[in-house]
Every structure is written in structure tokens, then in C-alpha cells.
């Protein structure tokens, strides 16, 4: 089956970088994605690794290494709005199609 | 209409009701899920539809039952709950022939079970 373990909590201060880990384990492992949630709303897509290494965007970069079934969330810059819950998902294929598991989620909180 | 939309928005009912959520994508993807969003736990995939067929069932209860006839719309027909099926119930899309599938969600239905 598969698993992710992620930081359930994490506070930092507006301003300051914050860095959300995530490690999995999964077969058929096509790349590690994260999402945001803001309280009340719907999760939308934030990035996506396939590959080892660093992928930037804005404020946000995300890190993996398959080797170490390990990723990252980065979010630099830290603004109020950020305060959300963050989850990583595996994209892997099983039972014959391709298929997303998430994570518990973190919930950060920013705080001035 | 744009992206995933979902209704109701929030649903109250008995145990003995019979109610359906709905689901509608304008995105031309392939591929519709549900999943239910409980409180301090993962996002649990309930059904997939590819291509109209289910092709994930992933052992949930009968009460719950899925309906997909079209690629646009897909349904969760609801019927005798009980109080801890009470959670948000969320609505997907994705293109799944993109290998990073990535997932688009409606704004979700918050389902109370009395």
C-alpha cells in the first residue's frame, strides 16, 4: 500500500522561510505533488516533482529526492494568506490506472 | 461555469434520508473522484471514474453509491448514513493520461448525519 508521513502542525513567523517535509512510501511511484487548503475551501494544486531536485515558483519551491522517498514544501516570504493546511500526494499507478494518494496534511500557521 | 462545481454546498440529514450530491467538471478532463475529508485524517479516495467506468471502489460502504453518466457529471447517492459518515465530501477531476494527474477540486459538500 502507501503511506506519507507529514508534520502535522508548523508555526512560523510572517516574513520568515518555513519548510514542510514529507516521506513517503508507495510502488509505482510516479511524482510527489502538494496541495493548498485554506480553511473552509476546496485543495488546489501547487506543484509537482517527478524528477530529483528543486522546482521553484514564486514563493514556493518544492524538493524531491526518490532515492530517499523524501520531498519538500518551501514557502519563502511568508505572508498571512499562507496560513493553510499543505498536503503532500503521490501519484503512482496501481490496479492498472493512475491514481493520487494524499497525505494528513500540515496545517501552518503564520503568525505576525 | 467554470472549473468543478458542486451541490449542494451543505446538507443536513437523518439517517433514514435519501439524498445525492452532484458534481459537474467544464474542464473536458477524464477522470471524476469523491472523496470524503474527515477531520485529522488523510483525504480518503471513495470512487474513480475513468472514462465513465468505475474503475476504484476502494471498499467503501454500500450506502454510498456512485453514479457517472457522462464525463462532465458524476453523483454520490446517499441513502440510510450513519453519524460518522458526517464530513466534507469532495468532488475531483484531473486529465489522468498526464502523468502528475494533477487534481482538480470542487468547493466540496459538508454532509451532517443526524
Known amino acids: 500500500g502507501q503511506s506519507l508521513e507529514q508534520p502535522s502542525e508548523v508555526t512560523a513567523v510572517e516574513g520568515a522561510i518555513v519548510q514542510i517535509n514529507c516521506t513517503y512510501q508507495t510502488s509505482g511511484f510516479y511524482g510527489l505533488s502538494w496541495y493548498q487548503q485554506h480553511d473552509g475551501g476546496a485543495p488546489t494544486f501547487l506543484s509537482y516533482?517527478?524528477?530529483?531536485g528543486l522546482e521553484e515558483t514564486g514563493r514556493f519551491s518544492s524538493f524531491l529526492s526518490r532515492s530517499d522517498s523524501y520531498g519538500y514544501l518551501l514557502l519563502q516570504e511568508l505572508q498571512m494568506k499562507d496560513s493553510a493546511s499543505y498536503f503532500c500526494?503521490?501519484?503512482?499507478?496501481?490496479?492498472?490506472?493512475?491514481?493520487?494518494?494524499f497525505g494528513i496534511g500540515t496545517k501552518l500557521q503564520v503568525i505576525p | 461555469e467554470t472549473g468543478v462545481t458542486q451541490t449542494p454546498r451543505h446538507l443536513v440529514m437523518g439517517m433514514t434520508n435519501k439524498k445525492s450530491l452532484k458534481c459537474e467538471q467544464h474542464l473536458g478532463h477524464n477522470a471524476m473522484y469523491w472523496y470524503k475529508q474527515s477531520a485529522k485524517k488523510p483525504l480518503e479516495l471513495m470512487f474513480v471514474y475513468s472514462l465513465e467506468e468505475r474503475v476504484e471502489n476502494n471498499s467503501v460502504p454500500s450506502r454510498f453509491s456512485p453514479e457517472c453518466p457522462n464525463s462532465s457529471h458524476l453523483f454520490l447517492h446517499l441513502h440510510t448514513l450513519q453519524p460518522e459518515d458526517s464530513a466534507l465530501y469532495l468532488c475531483?477531476?484531473?486529465?489522468?493520461?498526464?502523468?502528475?494527474?494533477?487534481?482538480?477540486f470542487g468547493p466540496g459538500t459538508r454532509l451532517t448525519v443526524l
Open positions: 500526494a503521490v501519484s503512482h499507478y496501481s490496479g492498472g490506472y493512475q491514481k493520487v494518494t
Open positions: 516533482n517527478a524528477l530529483d
Open positions: 475531483a477531476s484531473s486529465q489522468e493520461t498526464r502523468a502528475r494527474n494533477e487534481q482538480f
